[in-house]
């Protein structure tokens, strides 16, 4: 028996309130645009984005169950370890909710579920293969929409985004008890 079912938790990502802040803030700037989503979970921001702009989405997630979820709610999904599998140069927009919660490797779990949520001991070990990279897959001027959390540090994570030759700026958030969400609205320096 998996990790996950004894927690009495499904392996799936369930959206919260940081997929709802994704979805409005991406749902606001995506009109007929060619949108990859990146570890895709359950799929309701991407469904969201395909149901209420005229944009072509596509989904990600390294986690299989994810995968056929999305497929379920209507996405057209592959599953890969971030932006690997992708031509470059595929998609004006890129949104993505990776797993931020800074864990400490004694409190990781062996199950998918982790990897929707735990972003190693500083929150950023996703994220910083993912600016690494997803340059490659985005066109001159499309957009990557991250979300990311004050617990993850989004200086650090701003930092990075400038060392893999992006711009990263804040253009939304919101208060919670214990973290303030961001989305960050990531471009090419010279856009």
Do not use: K, Q
Not at 44 to 65: L, M
Not at 144 to 149: A, D, H, R, T
Request: hydrophobic content about 40%; charged content about 30%.
């Amino acid at each position: 028996m998996r990790l996950a079912e004894r927690r009495g938790m499904t392996t799936v990502y369930e959206p919260a309130e940081d997929s709802r802040l994704l979805a409005e803030t991406a749902l606001e700037r995506i009109e007929d645009e060619r949108v990859l989503e990146v570890g895709i979970g359950s799929g309701v921001v991407a469904s969201r984005i395909a149901s209420e702009t005229d944009a072509e989405v596509v989904g990600c997630d390294i986690n299989p169950e994810a995968c056929v979820s999305a497929n379920a709610a209507g996405i057209d999904v592959i599953r890969s370890n971030l932006t690997d599998p992708f031509a470059a140069d595929s998609f004006d927009v890129v949104v993505f909710n990776p797993p931020y919660l800074p864990t400490p490797p004694e409190e990781e779990w062996d199950d998918p579920l982790e990897y929707a949520l735990s972003g190693g001991e500083d929150g950023r070990r996703v994220i910083r293969p993912f600016l690494a990279d997803v340059g490659r897959v985005l066109r001159p001027n499309g957009h990557v929409y991250l979300l990311v959390s004050t617990l993850t540090d989004i200086e650090a994570v701003v930092e990075l985004a400038e060392s893999a030759g992006l711009r990263a700026e804040e253009i939304t958030g919101e208060s919670f008890p214990f973290e303030r969400l961001v989305v960050l609205d990531i471009t090419f320096e010279n856009t």
